[in-house]
Protein backbone atom coordinates (compact mmCIF):
# COMPACT_ATOMS: atom_id res chain seq x y z
CA UNK A 1 0.00 0.00 0.00
CA UNK A 2 1.28 3.37 -0.75
CA UNK A 3 2.77 5.10 2.34
CA UNK A 4 4.58 8.43 2.88
CA UNK A 5 6.65 8.77 5.97
CA UNK A 6 7.98 11.86 7.28
CA UNK A 7 10.54 12.70 9.75
CA UNK A 8 9.94 13.76 13.03
CA UNK A 9 9.32 16.87 14.92
CA UNK A 10 12.04 19.57 14.76
CA UNK A 11 12.82 22.36 17.59
CA UNK A 12 15.07 25.26 15.71
CA UNK A 13 15.98 28.54 16.71
CA UNK A 14 15.05 31.78 14.54
CA UNK A 15 17.81 31.88 11.65
CA UNK A 16 18.59 28.09 11.72
CA UNK A 17 17.86 25.52 8.80
CA UNK A 18 16.01 22.47 8.85
CA UNK A 19 15.80 19.57 5.97
CA UNK A 20 12.46 17.70 6.46
CA UNK A 21 11.65 13.96 4.53
CA UNK A 22 9.03 12.63 3.25
CA UNK A 23 10.24 8.83 2.25
CA UNK A 24 8.18 7.01 -0.28
CA UNK A 25 7.11 3.16 -0.45
CA UNK A 26 4.23 1.04 -2.22
CA UNK A 27 4.55 2.51 -5.55
CA UNK A 28 6.80 3.85 -8.34
CA UNK A 29 8.75 7.29 -6.79
CA UNK A 30 8.59 8.84 -10.19
CA UNK A 31 5.30 8.20 -11.18
CA UNK A 32 4.13 10.95 -8.88
CA UNK A 33 4.81 14.71 -8.22
CA UNK A 34 5.27 15.24 -4.71
CA UNK A 35 3.40 18.33 -3.09
CA UNK A 36 4.23 20.44 0.06
CA UNK A 37 1.77 21.81 2.04
CA UNK A 38 1.95 23.97 5.02
CA UNK A 39 -0.21 24.32 8.06
CA UNK A 40 0.51 26.88 10.73
CA UNK A 41 -1.39 26.16 14.21
CA UNK A 42 -4.93 26.81 14.10
CA UNK A 43 -5.19 27.37 10.70
CA UNK A 44 -6.12 26.36 6.92
CA UNK A 45 -3.93 24.33 4.83
CA UNK A 46 -1.30 26.13 2.19
CA UNK A 47 -0.16 24.98 -0.40
CA UNK A 48 3.97 25.31 -1.08
CA UNK A 49 4.50 23.64 -4.27
CA UNK A 50 5.55 20.74 -6.26
CA UNK A 51 8.53 18.84 -6.84
CA UNK A 52 8.86 16.62 -10.62
CA UNK A 53 10.11 13.42 -9.18
CA UNK A 54 11.26 12.66 -13.40
CA UNK A 55 12.90 15.86 -13.19
CA UNK A 56 13.80 16.95 -10.01
CA UNK A 57 12.49 20.62 -11.32
CA UNK A 58 10.97 22.36 -8.09
CA UNK A 59 7.80 24.58 -8.66
CA UNK A 60 7.39 26.78 -5.85
CA UNK A 61 3.63 28.82 -4.91
CA UNK A 62 3.77 32.76 -4.16
CA UNK A 63 5.41 33.04 -0.69
CA UNK A 64 7.31 30.10 -1.04
CA UNK A 65 10.40 31.25 -2.85
CA UNK A 66 13.53 32.05 -2.32
CA UNK A 67 14.33 30.32 1.51
CA UNK A 68 12.64 27.14 0.92
CA UNK A 69 14.12 24.51 -1.38
CA UNK A 70 12.80 21.05 -2.56
CA UNK A 71 14.67 18.13 -3.61
CA UNK A 72 15.22 14.57 -3.92
CA UNK A 73 16.93 11.59 -3.54
CA UNK A 74 14.95 8.70 -6.02
CA UNK A 75 17.72 6.10 -4.88
CA UNK A 76 15.48 6.37 -1.99
CA UNK A 77 12.21 7.26 -2.76
CA UNK A 78 12.47 10.65 -0.41
CA UNK A 79 11.76 14.26 -0.65
CA UNK A 80 12.56 16.88 0.89
CA UNK A 81 12.09 20.79 1.70
CA UNK A 82 14.50 22.66 3.41
CA UNK A 83 13.63 25.70 5.09
CA UNK A 84 16.14 28.13 6.14
CA UNK A 85 17.11 31.22 8.23
CA UNK A 86 14.02 30.15 10.15
CA UNK A 87 11.72 32.82 11.37
CA UNK A 88 9.43 32.16 14.20
CA UNK A 89 6.27 32.19 11.76
CA UNK A 90 7.27 28.83 10.08
CA UNK A 91 6.79 27.30 12.88
CA UNK A 92 3.94 24.87 11.75
CA UNK A 93 3.17 21.28 10.72
CA UNK A 94 4.60 20.54 7.13
CA UNK A 95 3.03 17.91 5.12
CA UNK A 96 3.89 16.03 1.90
CA UNK A 97 1.34 14.64 -0.54
CA UNK A 98 0.76 12.56 -3.81
CA UNK A 99 -1.84 12.55 -6.56
CA UNK A 100 -1.42 8.74 -8.12
CA UNK A 101 -3.82 10.21 -10.80
CA UNK A 102 -1.93 13.06 -12.43
CA UNK A 103 -4.37 15.29 -11.09
CA UNK A 104 -4.36 17.84 -8.62
CA UNK A 105 -6.50 15.79 -5.64
CA UNK A 106 -4.05 14.26 -3.20
CA UNK A 107 -4.56 10.88 -2.46
CA UNK A 108 -2.22 9.93 0.26
CA UNK A 109 -0.75 12.43 2.31
CA UNK A 110 2.77 11.96 4.87
CA UNK A 111 1.74 11.82 8.45
CA UNK A 112 2.89 15.96 8.99
CA UNK A 113 6.40 17.12 10.40
CA UNK A 114 5.78 19.92 13.17
CA UNK A 115 8.35 22.46 12.89
CA UNK A 116 8.67 24.76 15.74
CA UNK A 117 10.75 27.95 15.41
CA UNK A 118 11.45 29.15 18.92
CA UNK A 119 13.97 31.60 20.85
CA UNK B 1 -6.04 36.02 -7.81
CA UNK B 2 -7.85 33.29 -7.45
CA UNK B 3 -10.08 32.37 -4.40
CA UNK B 4 -11.97 29.78 -2.75
CA UNK B 5 -14.63 30.71 0.00
CA UNK B 6 -16.09 28.52 2.85
CA UNK B 7 -18.14 29.67 6.06
CA UNK B 8 -15.96 29.37 9.14
CA UNK B 9 -18.30 26.73 11.06
CA UNK B 10 -21.27 24.45 10.13
CA UNK B 11 -22.76 23.10 13.05
CA UNK B 12 -25.59 20.36 12.92
CA UNK B 13 -27.66 17.62 15.26
CA UNK B 14 -26.69 13.85 14.97
CA UNK B 15 -28.52 12.51 12.16
CA UNK B 16 -29.16 15.70 10.16
CA UNK B 17 -27.94 17.34 7.12
CA UNK B 18 -24.86 19.43 6.63
CA UNK B 19 -24.14 20.85 3.57
CA UNK B 20 -20.59 22.92 3.38
CA UNK B 21 -20.57 25.31 0.20
CA UNK B 22 -17.19 26.57 -1.47
CA UNK B 23 -17.53 29.25 -3.73
CA UNK B 24 -14.94 30.76 -6.48
CA UNK B 25 -13.87 31.49 -10.11
CA UNK B 26 -11.36 29.06 -10.20
CA UNK B 27 -14.21 26.52 -9.85
CA UNK B 28 -15.85 27.38 -12.68
CA UNK B 29 -13.42 25.39 -14.79
CA UNK B 30 -11.59 23.36 -12.62
CA UNK B 31 -13.05 20.31 -10.59
CA UNK B 32 -13.14 20.35 -6.74
CA UNK B 33 -11.79 18.37 -3.86
CA UNK B 34 -12.87 18.07 -0.37
CA UNK B 35 -11.11 16.83 2.82
CA UNK B 36 -11.43 15.93 5.71
CA UNK B 37 -9.25 16.37 8.91
CA UNK B 38 -9.18 15.34 11.89
CA UNK B 39 -7.46 16.77 14.99
CA UNK B 40 -3.46 15.69 14.89
CA UNK B 41 -4.05 14.18 11.44
CA UNK B 42 -3.59 14.41 7.93
CA UNK B 43 -6.23 15.46 5.95
CA UNK B 44 -7.76 12.48 3.84
CA UNK B 45 -9.63 13.20 0.54
CA UNK B 46 -13.41 12.56 0.51
CA UNK B 47 -14.71 13.92 -2.80
CA UNK B 48 -12.97 14.38 -6.35
CA UNK B 49 -14.07 15.98 -9.15
CA UNK B 50 -16.34 17.57 -7.49
CA UNK B 51 -18.87 14.50 -6.81
CA UNK B 52 -17.10 10.63 -7.14
CA UNK B 53 -16.78 9.32 -3.73
CA UNK B 54 -13.33 7.78 -3.30
CA UNK B 55 -13.17 3.65 -2.16
CA UNK B 56 -13.67 3.50 2.01
CA UNK B 57 -15.64 6.66 2.05
CA UNK B 58 -18.68 6.45 3.53
CA UNK B 59 -22.16 7.13 1.10
CA UNK B 60 -23.41 9.91 3.05
CA UNK B 61 -20.84 11.98 1.94
CA UNK B 62 -21.76 13.56 -1.53
CA UNK B 63 -20.87 16.53 -3.75
CA UNK B 64 -22.24 18.64 -6.19
CA UNK B 65 -21.01 21.56 -8.12
CA UNK B 66 -23.17 24.76 -9.99
CA UNK B 67 -21.37 27.11 -11.55
CA UNK B 68 -18.92 28.93 -9.35
CA UNK B 69 -20.09 27.22 -5.98
CA UNK B 70 -19.37 23.86 -5.19
CA UNK B 71 -21.25 22.14 -1.81
CA UNK B 72 -19.88 19.15 0.35
CA UNK B 73 -23.12 17.24 1.77
CA UNK B 74 -23.08 15.06 4.70
CA UNK B 75 -26.37 13.26 4.99
CA UNK B 76 -27.18 11.65 8.51
CA UNK B 77 -24.34 13.23 10.71
CA UNK B 78 -22.49 11.19 12.40
CA UNK B 79 -20.59 12.78 15.75
CA UNK B 80 -17.08 10.57 13.96
CA UNK B 81 -18.27 13.46 11.25
CA UNK B 82 -17.02 16.27 13.37
CA UNK B 83 -13.91 17.57 11.79
CA UNK B 84 -12.59 20.49 9.55
CA UNK B 85 -13.50 20.14 6.06
CA UNK B 86 -11.69 21.79 3.17
CA UNK B 87 -12.22 22.53 -0.61
CA UNK B 88 -9.60 22.46 -2.97
CA UNK B 89 -9.16 23.13 -6.70
CA UNK B 90 -6.60 25.11 -8.66
CA UNK B 91 -6.26 28.12 -10.69
CA UNK B 92 -5.57 28.71 -14.60
CA UNK B 93 -2.16 27.64 -14.09
CA UNK B 94 -2.22 24.81 -12.51
CA UNK B 95 -1.41 26.02 -8.92
CA UNK B 96 -3.46 24.83 -6.08
CA UNK B 97 -6.02 26.35 -3.98
CA UNK B 98 -7.42 25.49 -0.82
CA UNK B 99 -10.27 26.91 1.30
CA UNK B 100 -10.27 28.48 4.61
CA UNK B 101 -11.25 25.46 6.01
CA UNK B 102 -15.25 24.72 7.84
CA UNK B 103 -15.56 23.56 11.29
CA UNK B 104 -18.47 20.75 11.65
CA UNK B 105 -19.84 20.86 14.77
CA UNK B 106 -22.12 18.02 15.84
CA UNK B 107 -24.27 19.13 17.89
Known amino acids: QVQLVQSGSELKKPGASVKVSCKASGYTFTSSAVNWVRQAPGQGLEWMGW????????TYAQGFTGRFVFSLDTSVSTAYLQISSLKVEDTAVYYCAISTTGTTQFDYWGQGTLVTVSS | SYELTQPPSVSVSPGQTARITCSGD??????AYWYQQKPGQAPVLVIY???ERPSGIPERFSGSSSGTTVTLTVSGVQAEDEADYYC??????????FGGGTKLTVL
Open chain 1, 51 to 58: INTNTGNP
Open chain 2, 49 to 51: KDS
Open chain 2, 88 to 97: QSADSSDSVL
Open chain 2, 26 to 31: ALAKQY
